[in-house]
T-cell receptor, first 112, second 114 residues
Framework: GESVGLHLPTLSVQEGDNSIINCAYS??????FIWYKQESGKGPQFIIDIRSNMDKRQGQRVTVLLNKTVKHLSLQIAATQPGDSAVYFC???????????FGTGTKLQVIP | DAGVIQSPRHEVTEMGQEVTLRCKPISGHDYLFWYRQTMMRGLELLIY????????DSGMPEDRFSAKMPNASFSTLKIQPSEPRDSAVYFC????????????FGPGTRLLVL
């Protein structure tokens, strides 16, 4: 029979432009959020995190925004480069609980 | 630090055979997690350990799967007998203690069961 895999949303961005990857999280009790990057053939790699007492956090070329009202998380990548091409996962965690819930991921394609 | 180390990186086996996946967490980390990633189901948590003790194995698919952590620097995930539907990439991740929620992943073991 035909197998049906997860449909990964894909974002195509021109090299040098800014990328915005969005994530809707499910648990209103979540208070810690992480973005991971997974390149082909590799494990998820930590990019940036944010706690629920913040609404914005910046790293090197990346910014995470948190909107707890609508349970929305976004990852902004400035001046996107070919090396940014990967699948990006958001993850949420409730303090005191060890399990992290991962989203299904967004595939970022950078067009040279 | 070398990061989380997994072996083998690739494994091809025949249905019915026993498969053992290995993981060395980051030194000093208290928690170790085993995940499975497939196109169908994404990233799934199978089991996690705290200080070498299994805490939650509710994600283990069935009795064919077992995991052990005999010491702080080594864990195994065993599948016996293996089936084609077990084909996936298996990741090990570790993290530190309270207040250090970030999990760090290994490179994964790509398992193909024929």
């Amino acid at each position: 029979g035909e197998s049906v895999g997860l449909h990964l949303p894909t974002l195509s961005v021109q090299e040098g432009d800014n990328s915005i990857i969005n994530c809707a999280y499910s648990n209103s009790a979540s208070d810690y959020f992480i973005w991971y990057k997974q390149e082909s053939g590799k494990g998820p790699q930590f990019i940036i995190d944010i706690r629920s007492n913040m609404d914005k956090r910046q790293g090197q070329r990346v910014t995470v925004l948190l909107n707890k009202t609508v349970k929305h998380l976004s990852l902004q990548i400035a001046a996107t480069q070919p090396g940014d091409s990967a699948v990006y996962f958001c993850a949420e965690n409730v303090r005191g609980y060890q399990k992290v819930t991962f989203g299904t991921g967004t595939k970022l394609q950078v067009i040279p | 630090d070398a990061g989380v180390i997994q072996s083998p990186r690739h494994e091809v086996t025949e249905m019915g055979q026993e498969v053992t996946l290995r993981c060395k967490p980051i030194s000093g980390h208290d928690y170790l997690f085993w995940y499975r990633q497939t196109m169908m189901r994404g990233l799934e948590l199978l089991i996690y350990f705290n200080n070498n003790v299994p805490i939650d194995d509710s994600g283990m698919p069935e009795d064919r799967f077992s995991a052990k952590m005999p010491n702080a620097s080594f864990s195994t995930l065993k599948i016996q007998p293996s089936e084609p539907r077990d084909s996936a990439v298996y990741f090990c991740a570790s993290r530190g203690g309270p207040g250090q929620e970030t999990q760090y992943f290994g490179p994964g073991t790509r398992l193909l069961v024929l």
